[in-house]
């Protein structure tokens, strides 16, 4: 069973930096794109970052400059470097990613969800 486990949330002051990461774990062949979204209260779920399997990457334009994705792919962990962080953005983290199981075709699976807090 492929699962995804987040850690790295928390209180933050505005202006402040946090990490997130993101480690697939169970039977996988490979993995592709890998990324976060967010939701804050009373909004939808939105992009925040990605990274497709050869590196490339993609932000939202809210992120773009203060935000940083990167990847280790032995350890099938994704990461979320959050720097100058605003109280807008405020929110659940939900890591994602697009992963082949062993034996299985491709599916989207996404995280429980981590909560980070900047305080103004």
């Known amino acids: 069973q492929v699962q995804l486990v987040e850690s790295g949330g928390g209180l933050v002051q505005a202006g402040g930096s946090l990490r997130l990461s993101c480690a697939a774990s169970?039977?996988?062949?490979?993995?592709?794109?890998m990324g976060w979204y967010r939701q804050g209260s009373g909004k939808q779920r939105e992009l925040v970052a990605v990274?497709?399997?050869?590196?490339?990457?993609n932000y939202a334009d809210s992120v773009k400059g203060r935000f940083t994705i990167s990847r280790d792919s032995a350890k099938n962990t994704v990461y979320l470097q959050m720097n100058s962080l605003k109280p807008e953005d405020t929110a659940v983290y939900y890591c994602?990613?697009?992963?082949?199981?062993?034996?299985?075709?491709?599916?989207?699976?996404w995280g429980q969800g981590t909560q980070v807090t900047v305080s103004s």
């Open positions: 990274i497709n399997r050869g590196g490339g990457t």
């Open positions: 994602y990613a697009q992963i082949v199981p062993s034996g299985r075709s491709t599916n989207n699976y």
């Open positions: 169970g039977s996988i062949a490979s993995i592709n794109a």
